[in-house]
């Protein structure tokens, strides 16, 4: 016990994390989770207002969640972990993005205003608020007829998951409440905001969910005159160009904020930062060279460059996104763990979850075990893992998931293997186009929730790509990213670091397990990828249109329903 | 009751059906059911010789199961409909084929023989034999080099499954069996040949199993050469070139086959037909214009035209191959109601087999009711049905499945819903191609266990076909075919009919249902049909050659595997 702790909170869907870390060595003394009372809010307002029913699409949360994610959660670690609130030199935090909210100039979310409390543009816009898709497409649009610059940054497509694009449904469709609000914040800076008292903006939500770079700031006034001319002066009217590095002390702990989690008034806050990118150096990775995998429901690829480069289909680079300094790569698979999830719950005959039943195990277990007797390509089966779209590399969410090679012989432990291979193609896909813009890649660390429940997926990923793969030890490693970063904030004069290189370097570790490529396995599934890539551009790069004429079918059928 | 009925008897792959049928107006009056004791020989030769295990892809039958149908189902039918033998004027069977044997000058089967009984190559090889592809392979490629004319009436490909394969593969692996055979000969001839004593060769599987032709013949003797020395006189040797066309009173029953059956000796026996075929004149159908549909496992597709045309993809054209006097056109689906039995053991997950036990109905029922709510391109899926390969049109057993438009929120009745859409657009391909030669398709007519099983099926052929369907009366169309042959055999003047278009008007029915097409589903399912027609040819035809390269792939890890 060094008498050096970090506290890093990471704020999830469905609930808050506290972890408390040892500056010295890293380890994790303990944790506590704060489910969300209101969790998320895609039916219905919460009572009183809950004749205010949301349309689909729309996933909100409720502010006051995550403060009572402070009140609870770390209250409660520090009462488990027996540590001294003095001995925290630093806090960090990292929230799901883009989650972003209007409040008062005071930081006041509008929703907790009696009289717009009602109203669901006053809430929060959760990342997977998908009710901004036409104000995507118009963001889209007129960035691509502007020619602007910053476009292919993004992967040519900005996503109606991000800031601008909440930012102006509020505009579109409930003006007053765009009026009303003072600001317009990500969830995490106004979390930090609580914490500290004072606004922040970090560089990393800055970067990667609102257009900003280091080196050309926001898009032109102009450009947001284009979109609509009351957004002209959105940027300086209600956000800030002020955007700090991530690691910079936001500020002290408020007395407010003291008082709610029980630490000391003082204490250093870094600012703000996002799950996947803060997990980076706590997968102990802050150079160049060494891809990071967030595996969970999807993939997110970070990785870091000295130079900025143009990749396909990006989510994003960003100058000081992950580590400062460094040009922060994320690259994206919109559904991996979500494609073997379904498959597991829609298509897998009773006798496997019998099985699974009658070995006390679960589905995934008895479907992994089978595949795992499989040898590469034994199966005859190849798919596009597209079940939710395809991000990287090619930034369309019309394209849908394929499966090729079915016989009357298939079996479901054939099929589940195919779509973790679709998976390790896909991240392939993804290493190939660094590649080609001279990009390195050499070495893999695996992180999130997928590696440590599915071993043969790390294996195939291991000889689909031919890396090998290593595996953070943490097992939360957000929360420890964010405690290094609060580490970081306190600075080493106070026991903590001045880089979040040092941070990582002494907090982040790797597990011992080592996934080797096996060359016979590697030599297959070379011929396999090599059919992916085929069927990849084929049915991504406008050769057979199929998937795309399919979806246009089904929503005039659903539409004509719906009208009928 | 008229006083004047026929026997008809069907023998399947598992068992052999007798079915008694009213001349004056084709009510069936009793059906009887033989199960062979030996069923399907695949593992192993029966004791005592159950020592000699079988090849993968073998499959054989035991001869005297089809004596002991003749022995054990007639005298049973007889008992339980109380007919006189005296009023039953004519004799008609039917077999699977190409079902064939080797036997002795004097019909003895060469398995019969106790000093050949322990070689499978003395035994029937069933028509689900497939060990034959070597032989198959050496017929084609002989005959494409060779120029042969007739194979375009073959869709360019011979099977293994038909005659001249089988009976080369008992010369290459057993030469000591092919020289003691005096007779190679399909099942069916070999029946009537126990039931009349008399050798006979009936035209439907000597044109669609054996290459023969009306106006042509058999393949030369120089072909047969080419293929092997020994093998030029096979026909010669071992066959016949006498074929009579369906119908023909192959002769009496004999005295031993009386005793057999129990009905009176010198009964008129029509010689031999196939399952699929006799099914077409009991499904009404006697005349050009109106496809015949037998819908199970498989789909069987057949049409008369007055004209011989070379269609692509055929199994066949054989003019006297269905009806006398016309060309009888045979296509097929080599998976139907097979893909939909894969899906419901294989691809369906535990809710819907619970639904089922809990409604008393079967997991077809469960899957039927919810995808019938569906409408057409709802669920943005799409399939390739080639789950078994494609034979008509494109003649192709490498080919595989294919299913696109998989989504996080695809449920197990969509992709049901889109199998059964897959084979209505599988034979519209076939439809088509009849009417790009300028064969008439216009009235379709379903017959086989699908059509009553599976409403919906048959309403989306109508649909997507954009045709009427009627369903046959009859629910075993080929044992009553048999009969109304075995009725021709007779001839008018001792109460049958001279002619199978006089017995088809007056003992065949259609049912009442009609599944007429609906337009708003047509025009939807025109354009999912043209992107079915796409993938089609885009898999089918060179353009991306993925699924065989997949099989390419499949069979070598599987080699090598059984190596190391």
Redesign the interface.
Known sequence: MSGRYALGIDFGTESGRAVLVDCAEGRELGATVYPYRHGVIDERLPAPHDGVELEPDWALQDPEDYVRTLQEAVPALLAETGIDPAEVIGIGIDVTACTMLPTRDDGTPLCLLEDLRGNPHAWVKLWKHHAAQPEADRINQVAAERGETWLPRYGGKISSEWFFAKALQILDEAPEIYARADRLIEAADWIVWQLTDTETRNSCTAGYKAIWSKSEGFPSNAYFAALDPRFEHVVDEKMSRAISPLGTRAGGLSEQAAGWTGLRPGTAVAVANVDAHVATPAATVTEPGTMVLIMGTSICHILLGAEPALVEGMCGVVEDGVVPGLFGFEAGQT?VG??FA?FA??????EY?EAAAREGTDIHGVLEADAAKL????????ALDW??GNRSILVDAEL?????????A???PE?YRALLEATAFGTRVIVDAFLETGVAVDGMVACGGLPEKNRLLMQIFADVTGREFAVAASKQTPALGSAMFGAVAAGAKLGGFDSIEDASSEMARLGDERYVPNSANKA?YD??YA?YV??HD??GRGG?D??K???A??R???ES?AVG
Chains 1, 2 share one sequence.
């Open positions: 559904a979500d494609i379904w719950e829609d298509a897998v005959p009773p979850h040898r590469p390509g034994e199966s005859g089966l190849l079940w939710n849908s998931g394929l499966l090729v090679g079915l016989s009357l298939t079996k479901a099929i297959v011929e396999l059919e085929r069927l084929l049915f057979n199929a998937m004429r399919l979806r079918v089904q005039r059928v659903i329903d």
